[in-house]
Structures are given as structure tokens and as C-alpha cells.
């Protein structure tokens, strides 16, 4: 992996490695994906400030998420059919998260169910949570997620409708999959990706197998999941939530100042300022865009982390300057997953871990406490 020197090289070997299908499901966003590319291409247009002459040899990355050490201020977001990137990818992923010493967070739609990667890691993670229709699969999900003993549930509220992304429609990436020539061609030039997960432990929604009396065919999850996210969802039931889950809680997709209040009211522990990777609400803005009005109203009152264009140490650092406590990175993760498995990931990490270091360092700063606008040339 000596080549690899930044996550667009991870990009592209995933691109070379998985299944077309897959690696768009990943890499793309919804309709015009103009909030997609606003999310990278907005982090990149701040500028740092440049500090020469400070004494930077004692560099230190390590911070505090939720109260817990962490060794980065990075957090692997949630991410669904992980395990379609590259065999067992939730538990590749989770261990290479608790390597570098930072947590990871399961998504409902995993291929690897909650007690598949609680039995193969060695600490808690965290375990994000879809509200479905039938409630009372949400609630024992989430006993499934104490009993596992998860730090923290993610809980996820901007899928209530869910946006469409083009490219998966004509990959045919719908449930059940559609095949077509080219799509086997495809997977056909992909032996070593196909025999990967093959040997997984599951190629279907892990999380919803025993639910339908212990089926494993994706058509019937599918079909279920389709009518499963529940347009009703609203405040009441983050009430609901908190009252069954007794441990941290952190809520998933906010871009609004107003909702952001909303959030601060109801013991949630943290809010992620996110527009879900650009795959949901196209025309909404970047996050970094609204990052620093969220910053402003609430976080005095409720931990802030942001995620949205992570492509590198220096969009880290750039977060961090406008408010965010922490960041969740999705594809910058996936694509190390994709290209190589666990190594992959943790190389995604050694790379954003560097980068950060060096901005630090020419940036004057030594902590991540350090960090404000102050390293930024506005
Ligand atoms: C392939 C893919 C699947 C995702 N699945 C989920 C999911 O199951 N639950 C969720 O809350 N967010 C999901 N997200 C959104 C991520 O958690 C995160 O908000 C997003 O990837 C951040 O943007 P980034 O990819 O630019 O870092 C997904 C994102 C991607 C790329
Ligand atoms: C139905 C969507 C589940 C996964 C997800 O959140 C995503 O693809 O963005």
C-alpha cells in the first residue's frame, strides 16, 4: 500500500476492486447531487492561516467524544450493506476503529447483525438506530443493542422519506437486486471481491434476519424495509427512544438552528450536523455551511460532531475550527474498506491522522482543544 498516499487513491482502487452496483451505492448522492459535491467542495474552499516559529514538537491529536477518550477526533459513521463492500466489512471496520482508538457506529441496515460484531471485537460500539413502522422490531433492537452492551445509539431522523439516488436505480441496486448482463460481467471480473463475501457471515440485512421468522431472503427483508420507514416520525417518539434506551444518546442529520434547539431539549447527549453524505435532501447545503450557526445556538448546551466531505485530516481540522467537537467520516472509511479490507481502513486513518498532525503543526496548534477559528484565514 506505498502508493497510497490519500483517500482519492483508496477511491480509486475500491472503484477497481467492487462491483459497479457497490461501489456507487457508496460514492454517490441523491438527484443532482449538488449537495454532494457542496460538502467537499465547500470544505476546501476555507483557507488556514499559516503560524511559523511556534514549537510544535509535542503534538497531541487525542480528545474526548461523549466524555470518553479517544485517540482522534473521529468517529466511522454509520454506514449501511458495509459488509457488501468487503466480507464481514462491519467487523473489519469496527476493528480497525478500536485499533486507532476512536469509536464505531453499526448502522441498522448492516449485513453483520449487532451480535455478529459484538462476538468478534473486543469493546462497545456504537449502534445507529432507524425508527420503523413496526415498533415493537425498533424496540427490541434496541434491547438487542444494551444487551450487546453499545455505548452509544446513533439515532438517525433525516431518512424519514427517503431520497433517491439516480445511479442506483439504473445499477439496478434496488431489493431484490435486479441482474442484467453486464451487472454478471461485472461481478464476474470480481473474483476475489465475490469470494470475499462469500465467505462472510451473511449477505443479507443481518440486523432484520430474525425478524421475519429467520428468513435470509433478501427479497422478503426488502420488500418489509421498503414499507418499514415511518413518515410519523416526529419529537414524540425521541421521547420514546429515550425513555427505552438508558445510555447515550446522539441524534443524526441536523442542519436546521430550530431543530437544533429541538435537539438540545431532549437529553440527547450530542447532535450530528449532517445532510446524510449528500444522499438525502439535494438542494440543502453543505454541512460546514451551517456548521458554525449550529456551533453558535446550541453547543453550550449539547456536543456538536459533523460530518459531510471528510476527505482528509486537513477537513478535519477545518470542522473543528468552525465548532464541531468531533467528526464522522463515511466514505473516506468505506473506501479503504473497499480497496483492502480492515488494512484498508486503518490506512484510511493513518492517512487523515497525518494530515491532521501536519496541519496542526503548520498551523501553530499542539492540541485539539487548540483548535478554533483562530487557525483559520478569515
Ligand atoms: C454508502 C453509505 C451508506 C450510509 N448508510 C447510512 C445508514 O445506514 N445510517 C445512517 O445514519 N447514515 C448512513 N449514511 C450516512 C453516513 O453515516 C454519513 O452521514 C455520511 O457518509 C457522511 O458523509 P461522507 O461520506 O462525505 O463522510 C451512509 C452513507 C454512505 C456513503
Ligand atoms: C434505506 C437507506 C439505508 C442506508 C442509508 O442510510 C443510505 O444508503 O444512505
Redesign the pocket.
Known amino acids: 500500500m506505498k502508493h497510497i498516499t490519500c483517500i482519492e487513491d483508496l477511491r480509486q482502487v475500491h472503484k477497481r476492486k467492487v462491483p459497479k452496483a457497490f461501489f456507487d451505492?457508496?460514492d454517490r448522492g441523491s438527484y443532482s447531487e449538488d449537495t454532494l459535491r457542496a460538502?467537499v467542495d465547500d470544505l476546501q474552499q476555507i483557507k488556514f492561516r499559516q503560524r511559523i516559529l511556534v514549537d510544535v514538537s509535542k503534538r497531541d491529536l487525542s480528545t474526548t467524544i461523549l466524555g470518553e477518550p479517544a485517540a482522534l477526533p473521529l468517529i466511522l459513521?454509520?454506514?449501511?450493506?458495509t459488509g457488501m463492500q468487503y466480507g464481514d466489512g462491519e467487523i473489519h471496520a469496527c476493528r480497525a476503529a478500536q485499533a486507532a482508538g476512536i469509536p464505531y457506529t453499526l448502522?441498522?441496515?448492516s449485513i453483520c447483525s449487532i451480535e455478529d460484531v459484538a462476538a468478534n471485537v473486543d469493546k462497545p460500539f456504537w449502534f445507529?438506530l432507524?425508527v420503523m413502522k413496526d415498533r415493537g422490531f425498533i424496540k427490541a433492537l434496541i434491547e438487542r443493542a444494551i444487551a450487546a452492551k453499545c455505548s452509544a445509539l446513533?439515532l438517525?431522523v433525516d431518512l424519514q422519506v427517503i431520497g433517491q439516488r439516480h445511479a442506483d436505480i439504473k445499477n439496478g441496486m434496488t431489493v431484490p437486486p435486479e441482474w442484467s448482463l453486464s451487472k454478471l460481467v461485472d461481478f464476474a471480473t470480481k473474483p476475489a471481491w465475490v469470494a470475499g463475501v462469500l465467505r462472510g457471515k451473511r449477505r443479507t440485512f443481518g440486523n432484520l434476519v430474525g425478524h421475519l421468522k429467520g428468513t435470509d431472503d433478501i427479497t422478503a427483508l426488502g420488500t418489509w424495509i421498503a414499507t418499514q420507514f415511518d413518515t410519523t416520525l416526529n419529537w414524540k417518539d425521541v421521547e420514546w427512544i429515550r425513555s427505552i434506551w438508558p445510555g447515550k444518546l446522539i441524534l443524526?442529520g441536523i442542519l436546521d438552528v430550530e431543530d437544533a434547539e429541538e435537539a438540545a431539549k431532549t437529553g440527547a447527549q450530542a447532535l450530528v450536523v449532517?445532510n446524510?453524505?449528500g444522499?438525502q435532501l439535494d438542494g440543502a447545503p453543505s454541512s460546514i455551511e451551517v456548521l458554525p450557526e449550529v456551533v453558535d445556538a446550541v453547543g453550550s448546551r449539547i456536543e456538536i460532531l459533523f460530518?459531510?466531505?471528510?476527505r482528509s485530516g486537513q477537513d478535519v481540522m477545518r470542522a473543528l475550527a468552525l465548532g464541531a467537537k468531533s467528526c464522522?467520516?463515511?466514505?473516506?472509511y468505506?473506501h479503504g474498506l473497499g480497496a483492502y479490507g480492515g488494512p484498508g481502513v486503518a490506512k484510511a486513518l493513518d492517512i487523515i491522522r497525518n494530515e491532521l498532525s501536519v496541519t496542526m503543526g503548520l498551523c501553530g496548534v499542539n492540541t485539539i482543544a487548540e483548535i478554533d477559528d483562530h487557525v483559520l484565514a478569515i
Open positions: 451505492y457508496a460538502n459513521a454509520p454506514v449501511g450493506l448502522s441498522t441496515m445507529q432507524y446513533v438517525t443524526k449532517s446524510h453524505g444522499r460530518d459531510g466531505g471528510i464522522m467520516i463515511g466514505r473516506a468505506i
